[in-house]
């Protein structure tokens, strides 16, 4: 094959992959797990209240 095809394949595949990243990542029930919904444990950060003034 010739260089210059195999670098617009390749660009075509990028642009590709950035279109379908998009489409998945834009819907979050896309990549939720459902058991977080059924249980409502879903993960999240710990909230710290730690404000005693010493440095941790």
Not at 16 to 31: G, H, I, Q, R
């Amino acid at each position: 094959m010739k260089k210059e095809n195999l670098k617009r394949i390749i660009q075509e595949l990028d642009t590709l992959l950035t279109e379908l990243k998009s489409e998945v990542y834009s819907d979050p029930e896309a990549f939720i797990h459902p058991w977080y919904e059924q249980t409502g444990t879903a993960p999240h950060s710990i909230p710290s209240d730690d404000d005693d003034g010493y440095a941790d």
